[in-house]
């Protein structure tokens, strides 16, 4: 696929925000407290992954494939791309079961690795608020019908993952 200058300058941004979700999903998982936002942040961070290298492969002049409906095939990185969306969605439905459990017995205390985890959450939440409004600008500056379903189906992704981080919190009590 050709690309014009400024698809080219959009794309080139849109990279630069995919490794910003993997630094931070990353070292999040890392830093966070509770066992299972850390599963939770490793899958979302690989799905992350997946979304940059969607990315270079369009930047390199390579077919477009994620999120293209035209092909009854799917890609093997749409694919990857949807179990890893599907993995993170069932992490989430299961850090949400255990935490149903604990909240019966146990009020969370309001410790400080309990803060932390909320800090890191918001964070997230707050980045792919940001990334998601840069893919919804680029869909409307980019002219081929191609690149605007792969940056379209991209987007969906991260608002999915807005909503498994506002799941957690809202089940751990984080979320006014
Ligand atoms: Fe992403």
Redesign the pocket.
């Known amino acids: 696929m050709k690309l014009t200058e400024k698809e080219t300058m959009l794309l080139q941004d849109l990279k630069k925000?995919?490794q910003v979700?993997?630094d931070k999903y990353g070292q999040y998982a890392g830093t966070a407290g509770d066992a299972s936002l850390k599963r939770l942040f490793k899958e979302i961070g690989s799905?992350?992954r997946?979304?940059?290298n969607t990315i270079n492969n369009i930047l390199e002049g390579k077919a477009i494939s994620a999120g293209s409906k035209s092909k009854s095939t799917k890609s093997q990185s749409a694919n990857a791309n949807q179990t890893q969306t599907q993995s993170a969605k069932q992490t989430a439905k299961q850090t949400k079961m255990e935490q149903n459990a604990k909240s019966s017995t146990t009020v969370k205390a309001k410790s400080k690795t309990w803060e932390n985890d909320k800090f890191l959450c918001n964070d997230l939440l707050a980045t792919?608020k940001y990334?998601s409004s840069c893919?919804n600008t680029s869909v409307f500056e980019c002219a081929q019908p191609a690149l605007r379903n792969a940056l379209n189906h991209?987007q969906k992704?991260?608002q999915e993952?807005g909503k498994l981080l506002y799941d957690y919190m809202n089940t751990n009590g984080m979320y006014n």
Do not use: G
Request: hydrophobic content about 30%; charged content about 30%; overall charge negative.
């Open positions: 925000q995919e979700c993997i799905v992350e997946n979304h940059l792919e990334v893919y991209i992704e991260e993952h």
